[in-house]
């Protein structure tokens, strides 16, 4: 499995880079994958909903009407669940989404993305990628050299480097990522992969 190798400024390099088969050719486990975008989602989720219930709620406990006579259905104090401003039912409770998923799962459902990913040709190693300045033209520029104009890109970094970061923060559905931080979503979630030499090599070290 090989991958284009672009130079610093987007255009193509006379060689290929060899991708390691171990990470990214091995048989993608899709059902891996699902588990671990469901649990990083789930993740994210603040989990501060709340409804207040009966005993929540102010207002007298007593009883509004007599029990009988009145034609209309029974009742009990203002704070029914069936009057306006009562309390609600099994209303929602603060609660953490959090899915724990063992190391060995998460390793192959990363692999497995990236293996999608080589298979369909979207993955795409640059030799480096650095900036003296934020500049958002010269990144756009990179972009159009490989030909992922207008495609929601990931650019994968060994080290975040802020004139990087701010360069490609103006570009619509581009963004970085530190080869550390690099997980199964935002590998699915990205339309093509960009990854520099370096990172490349940290990937190879984290997933080996």
Do not use: C, W
């Not at 480097?161 to 490609?168: C, E, G, K, T």
């Amino acid at each position: 499995m090989e991958a284009q190798l672009y130079k610093k400024d987007g255009k193509s390099a006379s060689k290929k880079v060899k991708l390691d088969a171990g990470i990214f050719g091995v048989e993608p486990n899709e059902h891996a994958v699902y588990m671990d975008v469901k649990a990083f989602l789930a993740a994210k989720r603040q989990g501060t909903h709340k409804a207040k219930e009966r005993s929540e709620i102010t207002g007298s406990r007593k009883k509004i009407k007599k029990q009988k006579g009145t034609g209309t259905a029974r009742a009990g104090d203002i704070k029914n669940p069936l009057f306006v401003g009562g309390g609600r039912v099994f209303g929602p409770e603060p609660r953490d989404y959090t899915v724990k998923l063992n190391k060995k799962l998460k390793r192959l459902a990363r692999k497995s993305a990236l293996s999608l990913k080589a298979k369909a040709n979207r993955i795409s190693i640059i030799e480096e990628v650095s900036m003296s300045a934020p500049k958002t033209k010269d990144f756009m520029g990179i972009l159009n050299n490989m030909g992922l104009e207008g495609k929601k890109t990931t650019l994968v970094l060994d080290t975040l480097d802020n004139n990087v970061i701010l360069s490609v923060r103006n570009v619509p559905g581009s963004k970085t990522l530190n080869a550390a931080d690099l997980n199964t979503y935002e590998i699915m979630n990205a339309d093509n992969l960009v990854l520099t030499q370096k990172s490349l090599d940290k990937i190879k070290e984290i997933l080996s």
